[in-house]
């Protein structure tokens, strides 16, 4: 079959010879054949196929590394590659969608959110676990649960350090279990962590034992339906919503970043050696930014915060399988806990199962956990 040159295949495939000449750099679409001498390209009528493909993942927004990925594979296998990616773009985009409304409603001084009333006919019922592990000798998680803030924060430097900074952290999260207006839920999260930062700093300031300490963060704080979400490092968060599990969290590791790239799998992430190697925590020193959701809580939603001691150990279909079905928080963090020891624990792990209940149901509790160390 003669083969194609590039104009030829642009005007076939609806592609342009600049996006072939990318693609070509990419590894994407390589031409069968290149004229040693004019440099000229040649592609194969077979290759029409790809090319529409590649065309229709980038119309859904796929970045060019993950669409490498994705048209490498079987048709089956990249089909549900295709569709976890879009349960992806979906979550995110619901994210998004919550916190332009509360933009707007704030922006233009109306509340486009439920109304007082009925906001306050929503409450959670939460369950904290944590463990040390098999390994360790020191428990560096620190957690806090309450009827408004939930955080969860994995300290690191060392012996000592780690639960400095994981417990100094928290210490600078608690005055937020209060009544937080919905519109500022954000802002308070953020100040926070920017006084918690501030803390850090100073500890290492008045104490140059303790240099290089740091800590992730992941904290909910709720108000009527809305749940603000900030997150720095590795721990996670999940939310469980109409029989689905969605990881509401983007790790800020090194793997990761990779992932996101193309140039791993999520099934290689899960074995590399650099596994946990963190690309932003919270240290006094380098002040990285962390991420801030918005998220409209409904009735029947529960979600999970985690230490990567339950997720770098157990797989997460076991913990979806746990969410989806153990009723009772307590018996959830309990059984997330035991699989995690069951797998050899390394590390410390920590969770709060969280679910959101109406006011009518079982009360909140009288008394907001302590700090974990």
Known sequence: MALLSSGEFAQASGLSRKALRLYDELGLLTPVRVDPQSGYRFYAPA????????????????????????????????????????????????????LASFLVGYLSGKDHGMTADTRETLTIRYAVRSDIGLKREDNEDAVYAGSRLLAIADGMGGHVAGEVASTAVIDALRPLDTRVPSGELLNALGHAVRRADGALHDLVATNPSLAGLGTTLTALLWSGSRLGLVHIGDTRAYMV??????????????????????????????????????????????????????HEAQAGDRYLLSSDGLHATVPARDVARVLLTVADPEQAAADLIALALDRGAPDNVTCIVADIVTASGPEDPEDPEEALE
């Open 241 to 294: 919503r109409a029989g689905e599990v969605f990881q509401i969290t983007r790790d800020h590791t090194l793997v990761q970043s990779l992932v996101d790239e193309g140039t791993i799998t999520q099934d290689e992430a899960w074995s590399h050696p650099q596994r946990m190697l963190l690309l932003r925590a919270l240290d006094g020193q380098h002040q990285h930014e962390p991420d801030l959701q918005f």
């Open 47 to 98: 290759q029409l196929e790809l090319a529409r493909l590649v065309t229709w993942l980038r119309r859904l927004g796929m970045p060019l590394a993950t669409i490498r990925s994705v048209s490498s594979l079987p048709p089956p296998v990249a089909a549900a590659e295709l569709a976890a990616y879009w349960d992806r773009v979906e979550a995110e985009t619901a994210a998004r969608r919550e």
